[in-house]
């Protein structure tokens, strides 16, 4: 797990020195790092272009609906982390600020292909950039034919006949159904606490609000840790209880929800 992950505004991204040879891109939010991003991550190893993931420190929505807490499926440590354990070694993160958002879309893209030497964009169905979300696919694959760019629109991933994505997946937890979120998720939903859990022995007592993840209803749930020790996990409305915790350094704490007891 990386302990920290370095943020480009979007000046720094422009001025970063051009990639030395073609690669292979894919741009997202990549939410959850979920099978369906996994899907087109590994479509993206694939290719003879080094690959290369453009994603964002943030979503969109937490820029625009600041009334609205936006909860997400993944830290940004861990989002980099999971996107570099399918085995491609770079990941650049954009500060997705209220500059970065007024940015035309047919810019951003030629930006990214004067920079990286893109030859390939792997996107899935539903892509969007630019501001207010103006280019989408056709608008991508316009400009992708006279940049001399090959477009691949990756088809949805299903379960049971149901898209996984990363509001897909959010919904299920919120629902308590942790079981489908972790087939969707491709393992159990894991709350990154470092930072957060302090320090100590016993029962930790952490408010809601310090926690940017979704969390499942309240209740008690079985969880593991990513070592293999168990927790109890107890989320009330406004506070969540971990207990037991052992000397471990709890600074690099993250603990795995499970849908099942003694799973």
């Not at 990941?91 to 007024?102: A, E, W």
């Not at 169905?125 to 477009?151: N, Q, Y």
Request: with cysteine; charged share 30%; aromatic share 6%.
């Amino acid at each position: 797990m990386c302990a920290s992950v370095d943020r480009l505004t979007w000046p720094e991204f422009l001025s970063l020195p051009r990639y030395p040879e073609d690669s292979a891109v894919t741009i997202g939010v990549f939410d959850g790092v979920h099978l369906g991003h996994r899907e087109l991550l590994e479509t993206l190893l694939s290719s003879s272009l080094h690959p290369l993931v453009i994603t964002f420190d943030k979503n969109p929505e937490e820029l625009f609906s600041p009334d609205k807490r936006y909860e997400r499926l993944t830290s940004l440590r861990q989002k980099v982390s999971r996107i570099r354990e399918t085995g491609i070694p770079d990941v650049l993160v954009i500060d997705f600020s209220r500059d970065f958002s007024t940015i035309e879309g047919r810019e951003f893209l030629e930006r990214v292909i004067d920079v990286t030497r893109m030859k390939r964009l792997l996107v899935g169905k539903d892509f969007r950039c630019g501001r207010g979300g103006a280019v989408g696919i056709a608008e991508a694959e316009e400009l992708c034919t006279r940049r001399g760019v090959e477009l691949v629109v990756m088809e949805d991933v299903t379960q049971n006949g149901t898209r996984v994505s990363s509001t897909e997946i959010r919904k299920r937890i919120l629902e308590g159904e942790l079981d489908a979120a972790e087939r969707m998720l491709g393992r159990p939903h894991t709350l990154d606490l470092r930072g957060l859990a302090g320090e100590g022995r016993g029962t930790l007592c952490i408010p809601r609000w310090k926690i940017p993840q979704i969390l499942p209803p309240p209740g008690e749930y079985p969880g593991r840790g990513t070592g293999g020790e168990p927790f109890r996990i107890v989320i009330h409305p406004s506070e969540i209880w971990i207990s037991p915790l052992d000397e471990r350094d709890s600074s690099s704490l993250e603990v795995m929800i499970l849908h099942e007891q003694g799973e």
